[in-house]
């Protein structure tokens, strides 16, 4: 008695087997290019974006790579206050900030992590500058995107008198600023941005003050443009600066 024969069906349908149905085409063509964007604002918008995605990458690899010691500490000051100079510098566009937000949901919305580049984004600082060495002073600027100069002679434990006369001037304009009654982020940060950097060309050690002149940053970093220090804020910050004026001179001494 023979067996019934067991249909199987092609592998893949022949040209016989399918039939095209018109209402299930797409109408977009496969050879056309499509465009992310439609003005040329908002491929400048989407642009900014990029730049600030590679950024938080490759602060993230720079924080790893100081760690590590893989990186020197002067090309890590100069590397991480360009990426810092150049995330602030994007932000000040009115439109990429309100497209942006703030990091956490940018992090959020392009599902990335890099815990290291976070920290380092909201302290606004290099580790050097956050963390006295007592090595060499670097003379990189936070706030800045172009690569800082060194000089070619080798550091000396003397610091030089117009290092000095810098941060002192830089000292007394940030303070004469908070007794005219600045209050404003947008005001102070960059001010005292410009007394650590100052400081920092005359010395790496820790003295007396310095802690409060980061922490200070630190805090003013993490405010928004608009936002104001209140009155309380404003006369502690004159104190632990003026405390950490006179803790700078008596390492100039």
């Known amino acids: ?13 022949s040209p016989y087997s399918y039939t095209p149905n018109p209402t299930l085409s797409s109408p977009i ?14 491929r400048e918008l989407n642009e900014s974006l990029a ?23 002067e090309e890590y000051t100069v590397t991480c206050s360009r990426l810092l100079g150049q995330y602030k510098t994007i932000l000040k566009n009115e439109s ?3 497209a942006f937000g703030d990091l956490e949901r940018f992090k959020r919305e392009f ?9 380092r984004l909201l302290t606004g600082l290099p580790a050097t500058y956050e963390h006295p060495t007592g090595g060499p002073s670097s003379s990189a600027n936070p706030n800045s995107t172009s690569t800082p ?6 550091p000396t ?12 001037q830089h000292f007394i304009t940030f303070l004469d600023a908070l007794r005219l009654n600045y209050n404003a982020k947008d005001q102070l940060h960059p001010l005292l941005s410009d007394v650590i950097t100052a400081v920092s060309n005359v010395t790496s050690a820790d003295f007396e003050g310095r802690a409060s002149i980061v922490n200070w940053l630190i805090r003013l970093n993490r405010m928004g443009a608009g936002d104001e220090v209140s009155e309380q804020e404003r006369r502690q910050m004159v104190w632990d600066i003026e405390e950490a004026y006179a803790g700078f001179i008596k390492t100039l001494e």
Request: hydrophobic fraction near 35%; aromatic fraction near 8%.
């Open 96 to 98: 990429v900030r309100e």
């Open 1 to 13: 008695m023979s067996r019934p024969t067991t249909y199987h069906p092609p592998y893949a349908p």
């Open 29 to 42: 063509s496969l050879d056309e290019e499509i465009k992310l964007s439609l003005t040329s604002q908002q």
């Open 51 to 73: 730049e600030i995605f590679s950024i938080i990458v490759t602060l993230d690899y720079v924080e790893k790579a100081f760690v590590k010691d893989v990186i020197a500490q």
């Open 157 to 168: 434990t003397h610091p030089s008198a117009r290092l000095a006369a810098e941060a002192t």
């Open 111 to 119: 599902d990335i992590s890099y815990p290291s580049a976070t920290s």
């Open 149 to 154: 100069h060194y000089p070619s002679h080798p």
